[in-house]
């Protein structure tokens, strides 16, 4: 019998906020990453005063 504390699992987040989302797609600063979500490029969310954008957009975009 196989113990908990033995299973690997890789979960992917469903969403990440803005700063978190500039340091994985590599940008300097979050205009990039704000002006991505305002063209269309990225989805995003407002959930009460942070910006919450799709973890799977930014892989999206990210692979073309």
Known sequence: MA????????YEPVSLNVADTTKVMGFKDTKSVYNLIRKGK????KSG????????????????
């Open 49 to 64: 005063r942070i910006i919450l954008v799709s973890y799977a957009s930014i892989k999206k975009y990210v692979e073309g």
């Open 3 to 10: 113990s908990v504390t033995n299973i690997k699992t890789n």
């Open 42 to 45: 990225l989805k995003a969310r």
